[in-house]
Nanobody, 116 residues
Framework: QVQLVESGGGLVQAGGSLRLSCTAS????????MGWYRQAPGKQRELVAA???????NYADSVKGRFTISRDNAKNTVYLQMNSLKPEDTAVYYC??????????WGQGTQVTVSS
């Protein structure tokens, strides 16, 4: 099993910044993709950003140019730097990790609230 522990959520005004962190522990061998999803009330969970061990990244169109995903493989940690936050970014943000064999793991979620 893999445990994912997230931190860094909170309340911020529109235009502000937050940095989320997610550290993986346990049976982390073979974890390739790590990323962030979010789910707003009444909406489906959606991909925000993801990165592979080789630093190939993918972003949702809605966050391109504002969010940056990065990864420290030595610390088994993935970060999401969120700048120019908008009220529509308000959601619970979930860390995700995927192993080479497609085993999928989720964090418990961290709330991000952006006030207008």
């Amino acid at each position: 099993q893999v445990q994912l522990v997230e931190s860094g959520g909170g309340l911020v005004q529109a235009g502000g910044s937050l940095r989320l962190s997610c550290t993986a522990s346990g049976r982390i061998f073979g974890i390739n993709v790590m990323g962030w999803y979010r789910q707003a009330p009444g909406k489906q969970r959606e991909l925000v950003a993801a990165t592979t061990r080789e630093d190939n990244t993918n972003y949702a169109d809605s966050v391109k140019g504002r969010f940056t995903i990065s990864r420290d493989n030595a610390k088994n940690t993935v970060y999401l730097q969120m700048n120019s936050l908008k009220p529509e970014d308000t959601a619970v943000y979930y860390c995700n990790a995927v192993r080479w064999n497609s085993d999928n793991y989720w964090g418990q979620g961290t709330q991000v609230t952006v006030s207008s």
